[in-house]
Protein backbone atom coordinates (compact mmCIF):
# COMPACT_ATOMS: atom_id res chain seq x y z
CA UNK A 1 0.00 0.00 0.00
CA UNK A 2 3.16 2.34 0.88
CA UNK A 3 4.30 1.72 -2.74
CA UNK A 4 1.16 2.57 -4.49
CA UNK A 5 0.61 6.13 -2.63
CA UNK A 6 4.49 6.98 -3.03
CA UNK A 7 3.78 6.45 -7.21
CA UNK A 8 0.91 8.44 -6.99
CA UNK A 9 1.82 11.04 -5.38
CA UNK A 10 5.42 11.47 -7.28
CA UNK A 11 2.81 10.94 -10.74
CA UNK A 12 -0.03 13.84 -9.54
CA UNK A 13 3.03 15.82 -8.50
CA UNK A 14 4.06 15.17 -12.30
CA UNK A 15 0.93 16.66 -13.44
CA UNK A 16 0.64 19.33 -10.68
CA UNK A 17 4.28 20.71 -11.84
CA UNK A 18 2.98 21.03 -15.29
CA UNK A 19 -0.11 24.20 -13.91
CA UNK A 20 2.06 26.79 -15.04
CA UNK A 21 3.31 25.39 -18.35
CA UNK A 22 -0.35 24.60 -19.04
CA UNK A 23 -1.64 28.05 -18.18
CA UNK A 24 1.10 30.27 -19.59
CA UNK A 25 1.54 28.69 -23.16
CA UNK A 26 -0.46 31.31 -24.43
CA UNK A 27 1.01 34.00 -22.67
CA UNK A 28 4.29 32.64 -23.67
CA UNK A 29 3.62 33.08 -27.45
CA UNK A 30 3.82 28.80 -27.80
CA UNK A 31 1.51 27.09 -30.05
CA UNK A 32 0.32 24.44 -28.19
CA UNK A 33 -2.83 22.87 -29.99
CA UNK A 34 -3.32 20.08 -27.52
CA UNK A 35 -6.50 19.52 -25.29
CA UNK A 36 -6.36 19.60 -21.77
CA UNK A 37 -8.72 18.07 -19.30
CA UNK A 38 -8.99 18.97 -15.76
CA UNK A 39 -10.40 17.39 -12.79
CA UNK A 40 -9.95 16.56 -9.03
CA UNK A 41 -9.19 13.22 -7.62
CA UNK A 42 -8.53 11.50 -4.57
CA UNK A 43 -4.82 9.96 -4.26
CA UNK A 44 -5.89 7.25 -1.95
CA UNK A 45 -9.54 6.61 -4.20
CA UNK A 46 -8.40 7.51 -7.94
CA UNK A 47 -11.65 6.48 -9.05
CA UNK A 48 -13.06 9.55 -7.49
CA UNK A 49 -13.55 12.44 -10.32
CA UNK A 50 -14.95 15.50 -9.47
CA UNK A 51 -14.79 18.59 -11.71
CA UNK A 52 -14.30 20.98 -8.83
CA UNK A 53 -12.01 21.17 -5.59
CA UNK A 54 -13.26 19.57 -2.30
CA UNK A 55 -12.82 16.58 0.34
CA UNK A 56 -13.27 13.02 -0.65
CA UNK A 57 -16.30 11.60 -0.04
CA UNK A 58 -14.80 8.26 1.05
CA UNK A 59 -11.88 9.32 3.39
CA UNK A 60 -11.89 12.97 3.25
CA UNK A 61 -8.54 13.86 2.39
CA UNK A 62 -8.10 17.10 -0.21
CA UNK A 63 -8.75 15.93 -3.45
CA UNK A 64 -5.73 16.88 -5.83
CA UNK A 65 -6.02 19.05 -9.15
CA UNK A 66 -5.52 16.79 -12.40
CA UNK A 67 -4.35 17.92 -16.02
CA UNK A 68 -4.22 15.33 -18.75
CA UNK A 69 -3.36 16.36 -22.29
CA UNK A 70 -5.77 14.94 -24.92
CA UNK A 71 -3.99 15.42 -28.00
CA UNK A 72 -2.96 11.48 -28.51
CA UNK A 73 -5.06 10.16 -26.36
CA UNK A 74 -5.93 6.89 -29.12
CA UNK A 75 -6.84 4.14 -27.89
CA UNK A 76 -4.55 0.79 -27.73
CA UNK A 77 -4.72 -1.17 -30.64
CA UNK A 78 -3.23 -5.18 -31.37
CA UNK A 79 0.21 -4.76 -32.64
CA UNK A 80 0.26 -5.52 -36.48
CA UNK A 81 0.48 -8.83 -37.17
CA UNK A 82 3.70 -10.03 -37.78
CA UNK A 83 5.00 -11.47 -40.96
CA UNK A 84 4.76 -15.54 -40.98
CA UNK A 85 8.78 -16.75 -40.12
CA UNK A 86 9.90 -20.00 -41.40
CA UNK A 87 12.49 -22.14 -39.33
CA UNK A 88 14.62 -25.43 -39.30
CA UNK A 89 12.72 -27.76 -37.61
CA UNK A 90 15.98 -29.32 -35.88
CA UNK A 91 17.93 -26.18 -35.59
CA UNK A 92 14.87 -23.35 -34.42
CA UNK A 93 17.36 -20.32 -34.73
CA UNK A 94 18.12 -20.38 -38.20
CA UNK A 95 14.64 -18.84 -39.93
CA UNK A 96 13.95 -17.07 -42.79
CA UNK A 97 10.86 -14.57 -43.83
CA UNK A 98 10.05 -17.21 -46.36
CA UNK A 99 9.45 -20.91 -47.31
CA UNK A 100 12.77 -22.60 -47.71
CA UNK A 101 14.84 -25.60 -47.32
CA UNK A 102 17.59 -25.54 -44.21
CA UNK A 103 20.38 -24.73 -45.03
CA UNK A 104 22.02 -26.86 -42.64
CA UNK A 105 20.36 -30.09 -43.02
CA UNK A 106 19.01 -29.99 -46.45
CA UNK A 107 15.06 -30.24 -44.82
CA UNK A 108 11.98 -28.60 -45.68
CA UNK A 109 11.82 -25.07 -43.17
CA UNK A 110 8.28 -25.00 -41.03
CA UNK A 111 6.38 -22.00 -39.90
CA UNK A 112 6.99 -20.59 -37.06
CA UNK A 113 4.43 -20.89 -33.94
CA UNK A 114 3.55 -17.20 -32.55
CA UNK A 115 1.96 -16.74 -29.66
CA UNK A 116 -1.04 -14.42 -29.89
CA UNK A 117 -1.20 -13.53 -26.38
CA UNK A 118 2.14 -11.20 -26.88
CA UNK A 119 2.89 -8.17 -28.75
CA UNK A 120 -0.22 -6.37 -28.41
CA UNK A 121 -0.40 -2.55 -27.37
CA UNK A 122 -2.41 -2.43 -24.54
CA UNK A 123 -1.74 1.05 -23.28
CA UNK A 124 -0.17 4.22 -24.47
CA UNK A 125 1.46 7.29 -22.26
CA UNK A 126 2.60 10.84 -23.30
CA UNK A 127 4.26 12.83 -21.28
CA UNK A 128 4.67 17.09 -21.14
CA UNK A 129 7.70 18.90 -20.94
CA UNK A 130 7.36 19.41 -17.46
CA UNK A 131 6.56 16.12 -16.43
CA UNK A 132 9.90 15.25 -18.67
CA UNK A 133 11.94 17.55 -16.19
CA UNK A 134 10.66 15.40 -13.14
CA UNK A 135 11.31 11.90 -15.09
CA UNK A 136 14.71 10.42 -15.35
CA UNK A 137 14.05 6.83 -17.45
CA UNK A 138 16.78 4.20 -18.37
CA UNK A 139 16.24 2.57 -20.75
CA UNK A 140 17.84 -1.02 -22.93
CA UNK A 141 17.90 -2.29 -26.45
CA UNK A 142 16.34 -5.49 -26.50
CA UNK A 143 19.54 -7.37 -28.19
CA UNK A 144 20.11 -10.91 -28.57
CA UNK A 145 22.68 -12.57 -25.75
CA UNK A 146 24.06 -15.90 -24.74
CA UNK A 147 22.74 -17.56 -21.58
CA UNK A 148 24.02 -18.90 -18.71
CA UNK A 149 22.28 -19.97 -15.45
CA UNK A 150 23.49 -21.42 -12.22
CA UNK A 151 21.33 -23.17 -10.30
CA UNK A 152 21.48 -23.73 -6.38
CA UNK A 153 20.80 -27.10 -5.00
CA UNK A 154 21.46 -28.89 -1.87
CA UNK A 155 23.30 -32.68 -1.91
CA UNK A 156 24.10 -35.15 0.14
CA UNK A 157 26.66 -37.84 0.38
CA UNK A 158 25.74 -41.41 -0.15
CA UNK A 159 27.91 -44.41 -0.42
CA UNK A 160 28.48 -45.96 -4.72
CA UNK A 161 26.98 -48.72 -5.34
CA UNK A 162 29.12 -49.58 -8.17
CA UNK A 163 32.18 -49.53 -5.49
CA UNK A 164 29.74 -52.15 -3.04
CA UNK A 165 32.09 -55.19 -2.29
CA UNK A 166 32.21 -58.49 -0.36
CA UNK A 167 34.44 -61.07 1.21
CA UNK A 168 32.76 -64.19 0.47
CA UNK A 169 33.74 -67.66 1.21
CA UNK A 170 35.38 -69.45 -1.03
CA UNK A 171 35.32 -72.98 0.25
CA UNK A 172 32.93 -74.46 2.68
CA UNK A 173 34.29 -73.82 6.25
CA UNK A 174 33.68 -73.28 9.59
CA UNK A 175 34.71 -69.82 11.20
CA UNK A 176 37.28 -70.06 14.27
CA UNK A 177 38.60 -66.52 14.75
CA UNK A 178 37.69 -63.52 13.43
CA UNK A 179 40.17 -60.44 12.88
CA UNK A 180 37.50 -57.91 12.63
CA UNK A 181 36.17 -56.32 15.30
CA UNK A 182 32.85 -54.39 14.02
CA UNK A 183 31.31 -52.66 11.26
CA UNK A 184 32.82 -49.66 10.44
CA UNK A 185 36.31 -50.94 10.17
CA UNK A 186 38.45 -50.39 7.50
CA UNK A 187 40.29 -53.31 5.76
CA UNK A 188 42.78 -53.23 2.75
CA UNK A 189 43.53 -55.62 0.49
CA UNK A 190 45.95 -58.42 2.23
CA UNK A 191 44.30 -57.69 5.85
CA UNK A 192 44.11 -61.10 7.46
CA UNK A 193 39.80 -61.24 8.85
CA UNK A 194 39.45 -64.52 9.95
CA UNK A 195 40.33 -68.30 10.65
CA UNK A 196 37.98 -71.14 9.23
CA UNK A 197 38.19 -74.96 9.87
CA UNK A 198 37.54 -76.40 6.15
CA UNK A 199 38.33 -80.44 6.01
CA UNK A 200 37.92 -80.05 2.24
CA UNK A 201 40.58 -77.38 2.30
CA UNK A 202 43.07 -79.22 4.40
CA UNK A 203 42.61 -82.07 2.53
CA UNK A 204 43.85 -80.03 -0.54
CA UNK A 205 46.74 -78.91 1.29
CA UNK A 206 48.41 -82.31 2.13
CA UNK A 207 47.65 -82.95 -1.64
CA UNK A 208 49.86 -79.98 -2.16
CA UNK A 209 52.64 -81.17 -0.08
CA UNK A 210 52.29 -84.42 -1.94
CA UNK A 211 52.50 -83.73 -5.11
CA UNK A 212 55.05 -81.01 -4.55
CA UNK A 213 57.41 -83.62 -3.10
CA UNK A 214 56.91 -86.29 -5.61
CA UNK A 215 57.80 -83.75 -8.34
CA UNK A 216 61.13 -82.44 -6.29
CA UNK A 217 62.13 -86.08 -6.13
CA UNK A 218 61.41 -87.48 -9.64
CA UNK A 219 60.93 -84.03 -11.61
CA UNK A 220 58.03 -86.24 -13.96
CA UNK A 221 56.00 -84.01 -16.04
CA UNK A 222 52.77 -85.38 -14.70
CA UNK A 223 53.91 -84.66 -11.33
CA UNK A 224 54.89 -81.17 -12.59
CA UNK A 225 51.21 -80.86 -13.86
CA UNK A 226 49.72 -81.99 -10.40
CA UNK A 227 51.06 -79.69 -9.03
CA UNK A 228 50.04 -76.96 -11.20
CA UNK A 229 46.64 -77.96 -10.80
CA UNK A 230 47.34 -78.05 -7.06
CA UNK A 231 48.45 -74.38 -7.03
CA UNK A 232 45.75 -72.77 -8.99
CA UNK A 233 43.25 -74.40 -6.81
CA UNK A 234 44.19 -73.26 -3.81
CA UNK A 235 44.92 -69.78 -5.27
CA UNK A 236 41.45 -69.59 -6.39
CA UNK A 237 40.35 -70.95 -3.25
CA UNK A 238 41.74 -67.74 -1.27
CA UNK A 239 45.20 -68.89 0.01
CA UNK A 240 48.17 -67.21 -0.82
CA UNK A 241 51.21 -68.74 -2.49
CA UNK A 242 53.14 -67.65 0.93
CA UNK A 243 50.18 -69.72 2.90
CA UNK A 244 51.00 -73.04 0.74
CA UNK A 245 54.51 -72.36 0.64
CA UNK A 246 54.90 -72.52 4.66
CA UNK A 247 52.59 -75.47 4.62
CA UNK A 248 55.40 -77.51 2.49
CA UNK A 249 58.49 -76.34 4.27
CA UNK A 250 56.67 -77.42 7.41
CA UNK A 251 55.11 -80.74 6.57
CA UNK A 252 51.46 -79.82 7.10
CA UNK A 253 48.78 -78.04 6.97
CA UNK A 254 47.63 -76.38 10.16
CA UNK A 255 44.18 -76.88 11.55
CA UNK A 256 42.62 -73.68 11.31
CA UNK A 257 43.60 -71.65 7.87
CA UNK A 258 43.94 -68.18 7.58
CA UNK A 259 41.72 -66.20 5.27
CA UNK A 260 43.07 -62.50 3.57
CA UNK A 261 40.87 -59.93 2.16
CA UNK A 262 41.15 -59.28 -1.67
CA UNK A 263 38.99 -55.63 -1.35
CA UNK A 264 39.53 -52.65 0.47
CA UNK A 265 36.35 -50.54 2.09
CA UNK A 266 34.06 -50.24 5.11
CA UNK A 267 32.69 -52.90 6.81
CA UNK A 268 28.95 -52.26 6.51
CA UNK A 269 28.23 -55.98 7.22
CA UNK A 270 30.28 -58.52 9.71
CA UNK A 271 28.48 -61.80 9.00
CA UNK A 272 31.08 -63.71 10.54
CA UNK A 273 31.28 -64.66 14.09
CA UNK A 274 32.68 -67.61 15.86
CA UNK A 275 31.12 -71.31 15.21
CA UNK A 276 29.39 -70.40 12.16
CA UNK A 277 29.34 -72.21 9.15
CA UNK A 278 29.16 -70.94 5.73
CA UNK A 279 28.55 -72.42 2.37
CA UNK A 280 30.57 -71.60 -0.75
CA UNK A 281 29.60 -67.95 -1.90
CA UNK A 282 28.26 -66.48 1.33
CA UNK A 283 29.71 -63.34 2.16
CA UNK A 284 31.63 -62.85 5.42
CA UNK A 285 31.70 -59.35 5.17
CA UNK A 286 30.30 -56.75 3.03
CA UNK A 287 32.18 -53.86 2.22
CA UNK A 288 31.65 -50.21 0.56
CA UNK A 289 34.76 -48.99 -0.73
CA UNK A 290 34.66 -44.86 -0.72
CA UNK A 291 37.56 -44.02 -3.18
CA UNK A 292 34.08 -42.82 -5.18
CA UNK A 293 30.98 -41.74 -3.54
CA UNK A 294 28.05 -40.14 -5.33
CA UNK A 295 26.38 -36.81 -4.35
CA UNK A 296 22.97 -36.73 -5.19
CA UNK A 297 20.73 -33.86 -5.31
CA UNK A 298 17.15 -31.88 -5.67
CA UNK A 299 16.43 -30.17 -8.60
CA UNK A 300 13.12 -27.93 -8.54
CA UNK A 301 10.19 -28.71 -11.06
CA UNK A 302 10.86 -25.10 -12.68
CA UNK A 303 14.21 -25.98 -13.49
CA UNK A 304 13.77 -29.86 -13.99
CA UNK A 305 14.12 -29.51 -17.80
CA UNK A 306 17.30 -27.58 -17.74
CA UNK A 307 19.25 -30.90 -16.33
CA UNK A 308 21.39 -32.52 -18.91
CA UNK A 309 24.14 -35.39 -18.32
CA UNK A 310 27.53 -34.02 -18.47
CA UNK A 311 26.68 -30.53 -16.90
CA UNK A 312 29.09 -29.23 -14.48
CA UNK A 313 28.90 -28.99 -11.12
CA UNK A 314 30.51 -27.50 -8.27
CA UNK A 315 30.43 -28.20 -4.81
CA UNK A 316 31.28 -27.40 -0.96
CA UNK A 317 30.48 -29.12 2.50
CA UNK A 318 29.15 -27.87 5.28
CA UNK A 319 32.07 -29.77 7.38
CA UNK A 320 34.85 -28.82 4.74
CA UNK A 321 34.44 -25.07 4.42
CA UNK A 322 36.55 -23.40 1.79
CA UNK A 323 37.38 -26.75 -0.10
CA UNK A 324 35.42 -26.78 -3.50
CA UNK A 325 35.01 -30.25 -4.99
CA UNK A 326 33.53 -30.25 -9.02
CA UNK A 327 32.09 -33.06 -10.92
CA UNK A 328 29.62 -33.96 -13.42
CA UNK A 329 26.42 -34.70 -13.47
CA UNK A 330 26.37 -38.84 -14.53
CA UNK A 331 22.34 -39.65 -13.78
CA UNK A 332 19.17 -37.90 -14.02
CA UNK A 333 16.04 -39.80 -12.39
CA UNK A 334 13.51 -40.11 -15.26
CA UNK A 335 10.40 -39.49 -13.07
CA UNK A 336 9.87 -36.33 -11.20
CA UNK A 337 9.10 -37.43 -7.25
CA UNK A 338 5.04 -36.37 -7.04
CA UNK A 339 4.90 -35.04 -3.40
CA UNK A 340 8.18 -32.65 -3.23
CA UNK A 341 7.84 -31.81 -7.20
CA UNK A 342 11.88 -32.12 -7.49
CA UNK A 343 13.79 -34.19 -9.61
CA UNK A 344 16.77 -36.45 -8.42
CA UNK A 345 20.12 -36.04 -10.01
CA UNK A 346 23.51 -37.30 -8.75
CA UNK A 347 27.14 -37.01 -9.55
CA UNK A 348 30.13 -39.19 -8.77
CA UNK A 349 32.77 -37.41 -7.37
CA UNK A 350 36.71 -38.71 -6.60
CA UNK A 351 37.27 -39.34 -2.42
CA UNK A 352 41.14 -40.53 -2.64
CA UNK A 353 41.68 -39.44 0.69
CA UNK A 354 38.36 -40.62 2.30
CA UNK A 355 37.41 -37.08 3.49
CA UNK A 356 33.77 -37.27 2.43
CA UNK A 357 31.40 -39.61 4.53
CA UNK A 358 27.95 -40.99 3.67
CA UNK A 359 25.39 -38.71 4.97
CA UNK A 360 27.69 -35.08 4.53
CA UNK A 361 25.53 -31.92 3.21
CA UNK A 362 26.16 -30.31 0.50
CA UNK A 363 25.69 -26.69 -1.42
CA UNK A 364 25.69 -27.26 -5.29
CA UNK A 365 26.09 -25.19 -8.01
CA UNK A 366 24.52 -26.28 -11.05
CA UNK A 367 26.68 -24.97 -14.43
CA UNK A 368 24.03 -24.30 -17.06
CA UNK A 369 25.22 -23.06 -20.79
CA UNK A 370 22.61 -22.37 -23.54
CA UNK A 371 23.66 -22.89 -27.09
CA UNK A 372 20.99 -20.40 -28.35
CA UNK A 373 21.40 -16.51 -28.36
CA UNK A 374 17.64 -15.47 -27.63
CA UNK A 375 16.87 -11.79 -27.66
CA UNK A 376 16.55 -10.67 -24.02
CA UNK A 377 15.83 -8.09 -21.66
CA UNK A 378 17.07 -6.70 -18.38
CA UNK A 379 14.77 -8.64 -15.16
CA UNK A 380 13.45 -4.56 -14.18
CA UNK A 381 12.38 -4.26 -18.02
CA UNK A 382 9.05 -6.16 -16.93
CA UNK A 383 6.12 -5.74 -15.37
CA UNK A 384 4.36 -9.63 -14.33
CA UNK A 385 0.60 -8.50 -13.39
CA UNK A 386 0.44 -12.26 -12.85
CA UNK A 387 -1.79 -12.93 -15.84
CA UNK A 388 0.36 -11.12 -18.49
CA UNK A 389 3.73 -9.44 -18.64
CA UNK A 390 4.64 -6.21 -19.45
CA UNK A 391 7.17 -3.96 -21.09
CA UNK A 392 7.12 -0.53 -21.68
CA UNK A 393 8.73 0.90 -24.69
CA UNK A 394 9.89 4.44 -25.96
CA UNK A 395 8.44 5.87 -29.02
CA UNK A 396 10.48 8.66 -28.96
CA UNK A 397 11.30 11.34 -25.86
CA UNK A 398 7.89 12.04 -24.82
CA UNK A 399 5.80 9.19 -25.93
CA UNK A 400 5.64 5.69 -24.39
CA UNK A 401 3.75 2.33 -24.93
CA UNK A 402 3.00 -0.76 -22.96
CA UNK A 403 3.73 -4.20 -24.96
CA UNK A 404 2.86 -7.86 -23.56
CA UNK A 405 5.62 -10.36 -24.33
CA UNK A 406 5.92 -13.86 -23.56
CA UNK A 407 8.99 -14.76 -21.63
CA UNK A 408 11.68 -18.11 -21.51
CA UNK A 409 14.31 -18.54 -19.40
CA UNK A 410 15.96 -16.11 -17.02
CA UNK A 411 19.65 -15.55 -16.16
CA UNK A 412 22.06 -13.24 -14.35
CA UNK A 413 19.46 -10.25 -13.91
CA UNK A 414 18.34 -11.24 -18.05
CA UNK A 415 15.01 -12.77 -18.92
CA UNK A 416 14.62 -14.04 -22.86
CA UNK A 417 11.70 -12.82 -25.11
CA UNK A 418 10.42 -15.49 -27.31
CA UNK A 419 8.06 -13.07 -28.17
CA UNK A 420 6.23 -9.73 -28.30
CA UNK A 421 9.46 -7.58 -29.09
CA UNK A 422 11.86 -7.45 -31.95
CA UNK A 423 15.94 -6.30 -31.91
CA UNK A 424 16.55 -2.74 -31.47
CA UNK A 425 13.60 -1.62 -29.49
CA UNK A 426 14.16 0.35 -26.50
CA UNK A 427 12.59 -0.75 -23.18
CA UNK A 428 11.76 1.51 -20.01
CA UNK A 429 14.13 -0.07 -17.33
CA UNK A 430 13.86 2.42 -14.89
CA UNK A 431 10.78 4.78 -14.25
CA UNK A 432 8.32 1.85 -16.08
CA UNK A 433 6.13 1.36 -12.39
CA UNK A 434 6.03 5.90 -12.93
CA UNK A 435 4.44 4.88 -16.78
CA UNK A 436 2.57 2.08 -15.37
CA UNK A 437 0.88 4.15 -12.48
CA UNK A 438 -0.67 6.97 -14.91
CA UNK A 439 -1.48 4.63 -17.38
CA UNK A 440 -3.82 2.74 -14.64
CA UNK A 441 -4.55 6.34 -13.25
CA UNK A 442 -5.80 8.15 -16.29
CA UNK A 443 -7.51 5.14 -18.51
CA UNK A 444 -4.52 4.26 -20.55
CA UNK A 445 -4.87 0.64 -20.27
CA UNK A 446 -7.25 -0.97 -22.78
CA UNK A 447 -8.85 -3.42 -20.48
CA UNK A 448 -7.71 -3.20 -16.79
CA UNK A 449 -11.73 -5.13 -16.20
CA UNK A 450 -9.91 -8.16 -18.02
CA UNK A 451 -6.59 -7.80 -15.93
CA UNK A 452 -7.65 -7.02 -12.33
CA UNK A 453 -4.34 -8.65 -11.05
CA UNK A 454 -2.71 -5.75 -12.17
CA UNK A 455 -1.49 -4.17 -8.75
CA UNK A 456 1.96 -3.25 -7.86
Same mark, same amino acid.
Request: hydrophobic letters at 35%.
Given at each position: ??????? !???? $?? !??? =??????????????????????????????????????? =??? =???????????????????????????? /??????????????????????????? &??????????????????????????????????????? !?????????????????????????????????????????????????????????????? $?????????????????????????????????????? &?????????????????????????????????????????????????????????? /??????????????????????????????????????????????????????? !??????????? &?????????????????????? /?????? &????????????????????????????????????? $???????????????
Amino acid at each position: MSRIILI !LIFT $FG !LLG =CSKSNSTDGKKSGTHEHSKTETYYTCSMHPQIREDKPGK =CPI =CHMTLTKVEVELDDDTPAQPAALAKPIW /QCEKFPDVTSEKEDTCPIDGSPMIKKK &VDRGAGLIIAKVKLRSAQLEHFSPDFFPVTTMKMTKEVR !LLGSVLESEEKESSIPARIGGRVEKVFVRSTGSFISIGDPVLQIYSPKLITAGEEYILTRKS $FVKNKNSEFKNLLKQSEQRLLLWGIKKSQFGSWYAQGR &VPRSITIYSQSTGIVQKRNATVGKYFKEGQNFFELSDLSDVWLEMDVYEQDAALVKLG /QRVELEFTSLPGDIYSGEVDFVAPILDAKSRTLKIRSTIKNADGRLKPGMAADAT !LKISFDRMPLV &VPRSAIIDTGKRKVVWLKINKK /QFQAKT &VLTGIESEGYVEVKDGLMEGEEVVIEGNFLLDAQAQL $FGGYEDMTADSSHNH
